[in-house]
């Protein structure tokens, strides 16, 4: 069975401009979950969405937002980008019910 | 306020010995807690959950103890080997199934 998978794995953006980054969760993995890491912290919950439908969110700013499709892929969006901004998103999926997580490898993401 | 401690220094250990990494919260009541592997450049791997009820965890060379009482868990690994070298992060799981997450560990296995 695939992994998660992330794209793209490494981006680089100028402050001001937008972002977005993409999820495909295994298969039969309807909830998605985004985080954030940056070195030193742990990985910083940013939303969560199950069926199409945001479950939960973090303490986030409005520039981050995300969606989910109907075959569960999952986009999440930065817009106006910081240089705070720059760090390791990962997003994680997981069967309903259960509580083990299935991380992607992440997209590196560099605000200058 | 809430917060979840590990180790913030390397934890440097010897081939062979067990490796003990610590994980103390305060102010949270998880109904469970998971610890989570995670390599340079890559996403977590899972690798253990244990509930609030649950006093001791084992899986293979992995071993998990969750006081309550203490507010703290504790992960082993015995007989460690240079592959065990990574951070280890552990994680809280509240009602809701959402995470909150501890800095990690990292931990190195000298040969």
């Known amino acids: 069975k695939a992994g998660v998978t992330q794209t793209p794995r490494y981006l680089i953006k100028t402050r001001g401009q937008q972002v977005t980054l993409s999820c495909s969760p295994i298969s039969g993995h309807r909830s998605v979950s985004w985080y954030q890491q940056t070195p030193g912290q742990g990985l910083q919950f940013l939303f969560e969405?199950?069926?199409?439908?945001?479950?939960n969110k973090g303490n986030f700013p409005g520039r981050f937002s995300g969606r989910q499709f109907s075959n569960s892929r999952s986009e999440m969006n930065v817009s106006t980008l910081e240089l705070g901004d720059s760090a390791l998103y990962l997003c994680?999926?997981?069967?309903?019910?259960?509580?083990?997580?299935?991380f992607g490898p992440g997209t590196r993401l560099t605000v200058t | 306020s809430q917060k979840i401690e590990q180790n913030s220094e390397a934890l440097n250990i010897q081939e062979g010995k067990t490796a003990t990494l610590t994980c103390n919260y305060t102010?949270?009541?998880?109904?469970?807690l998971q610890w989570y592997r995670q390599d340079p450049g890559r996403g977590p791997v899972f690798l253990l959950l244990?509930?609030?009820n649950e006093k001791e965890k084992r899986k293979e060379r992995l071993k998990v103890t969750f006081d309550t009482t203490l507010k703290q868990s504790l992960f082993h690994i015995t007989a460690s080997q240079p592959a065990d070298s990574a951070t280890y992060l552990c994680a809280l799981g509240e009602s809701n199934y959402q995470l909150i997450w501890g800095a990690g560990t990292k931990l190195i296995i000298k040969p």
């Open positions: 244990i509930r609030e």
């Open positions: 969405y199950f069926s199409e439908t945001q479950r």
């Open positions: 994680a999926s997981r069967r309903e019910g259960v509580y083990e997580q299935y």
């Open positions: 102010n949270y009541s998880p109904a469970y």
